[in-house]
């Protein structure tokens, strides 16, 4: 901390360096939770779709119960920081667990440790996620700090999400290989693999947390406000352009979280290769790097160099996003030899998905202003915690439809006998392949095109609009001064 009271390098580097460790961790669940249970240790594709999406509903209506618990808390370390340790700490271990699953248990107790495991990260997860984020008020001093702030573990988050995007199958093949006999079977390397990458990263997760609990310090007492259910869909029910944008966030999420739960099954069963891994690798490093710089160049290039209207870049965006989705398919059709020729689809899928991300943001806070004019309250915290939950939600219906998915087209290997560098390609039909590659590609489609018809009939918070609540809401301020 300065001597002005203002937050210093090692202040910042250490909220930072929390952010990217607990994004790692969410990563890691994220994107191969389902593919460790489902593919690698055989349980049934559709019963994973059931917990997950279960569990993502529990864990949205979690989130107004954890942050009113924060709220309520007093201690000496202040009412964030002991949650936010103890969280991690739990959630580290329950990581752990839930990617070292006892491979002896049969199907129906294999079932029960995943839900059990996984619901429990969930709530775990939780525990430290609402006040990580919630703490910030409590040792900034507002504006242009806490903004800053704010930007800079976004951007953390995103690099700790891209570590583990990039690195997880490659480490995971590594790791498997280096602590198994030459010619293990394959199923055993990536047991082994994902149990110890897994380690490595609980560890990483703990020491950043700490880090931030050690040199973060509550400087005041600072009241939290949290949202129950009741009151996000109360809000919701007087804000129709609130109703309109989380409706959208629905559409989107589930048609882009939907892909980027297949495409690892695209890659091992359609695109092929005994070390289809690499190319795995290659596409999801490719594509983080690209939302990545879509945030921080491809939208202030669209906004203020090109100067188009939010709501057209989100014409635009959607589009792309189209578009990359229909080249994806047809390249799907090829001989797919080269990874790099899907660089091409990804780039405007992955584009799209970071300008979007950016924009309803910004179409949220709209809304606020929209309420405020409207109903003469903006319930900022409100909205926004509806965010949250809304992405959860659809991240739990994604994560179930993939799961029947994979169930219809059983794409999963058979053979328990399999060693490192079979093709699996060869293994799998050329109709499950062909239902792999509508069903990650049409089905977003379908879902993106519902979400500019809905858009465009519902939205109306234009530029224009956006200004004039802007004056009216400075000139109802004056005349009340």
Same mark, same amino acid.
């Given at each position: ?131 990580y984020w919630s703490m910030i008020p409590a040792f900034t001093k507002g504006g242009k700090e806490r903004e800053g702030l704010t930007t800079l573990a976004r951007s953390c988050a995103g690099v700790g999400s891209a570590i583990v995007q990039i690195l997880t199958m490659i480490a995971v093949k590594s790791i498997g290989r280096a602590l198994n006999p030459e010619g293990a079977?394959?199923?055993?390397i990536e047991l082994t693999g994902f149990k110890y990458f897994t380690l490595i990263v609980a560890v990483l997760f703990i020491v950043f947390i700490v880090i931030t609990v050690i040199n973060i310090k509550e400087e005041s007492t600072v009241e939290m406000q949290s949202a129950s259910v009741k009151d996000m869909f109360k809000a919701l029910l007087k804000n129709d352009q ?84 229909? #080249? ?98 060869? #293994? ?54």
């Open positions: 901390m300065k001597k002005d009271g203002s937050l210093g390098f090692k202040e910042k580097v250490s909220y930072g360096l929390g952010a990217v460790g607990k994004d790692m961790v969410y990563m890691l669940s994220a994107s191969y939770v389902l593919y460790y249970f489902q593919d690698i240790l055989g349980v049934n594709a559709a019963a994973m779709g059931v917990i997950l999406l279960a569990a993502r509903i529990f864990d949205a209506f979690n989130d107004p119960i954890m942050g009113l618990l924060v709220a309520k808390t007093k201690t000496k370390m202040g009412k964030f920081r002991p949650w936010l340790l103890i969280g991690t700490l739990t959630n580290a271990v329950i990581l752990y667990l839930m990617f070292a699953a006892p491979p002896s248990l049969n199907a129906g107790g294999m079932v029960a440790y995943a839900a059990c495991t996984y619901i429990l990260w969930g709530v775990t997860y939780t525990m430290m996620d609402i006040p079977l394959d199923k055993q609130a109703i309109a944008i989380v409706i959208a966030i629905v559409l989107i999420n589930c048609s882009i979280y939907l892909t980027s739960n297949l495409v690892i099954y695209f890659f091992k069963y359609d695109f092929g290769g005994g070390e289809w891994q690499n190319a795995y690798t290659l596409f999801t490093t490719f594509g983080g790097g690209t939302q990545i710089l879509a945030i921080m160049l491809l939208y202030p290039f669209l906004r203020y160099t090109l100067k188009l209207s939010n709501t057209k870049i989100f014409y635009v965006a959607l589009g792309g996003a189209i578009l990359g989705y229909v #080249a994806l398919l047809c390249l799907a059709f090829t001989n797919m030899a080269n990874v790099y020729l899907l660089f091409i689809p990804g780039f405007f899928i992955f584009a799209a998905n970071g300008v979007l991300s950016t924009l309803t943001t910004v179409f949220l806070a709209n809304t606020c202003d929209y309420g405020l004019l409207k109903n003469g309250r903006s319930d900022e915290s409100v909205i926004f915690s509806m965010q949250t939950f809304v992405v959860k939600l659809a991240s739990g219906v994604a994560v179930f439809v993939a799961g029947i998915a994979l169930q219809i087209f059983k794409l999963k290997k058979d053979d328990a006998d399999i060693i490192s560098g079979f093709d699996y390609s060869s #293994a799998v039909s050329e109709s499950s392949k062909i239902g792999l590659r509508m069903t990650m590609t049409i089905i977003p489609v379908i879902g993106l095109f519902v979400a500019i018809l809905w858009f465009k009939k519902k939205y109306i918070l234009t530029d224009a609009k956006i200004e004039e609540i802007s004056n009216e809401l400075k000139a109802k301020s004056l005349s009340e001064n």
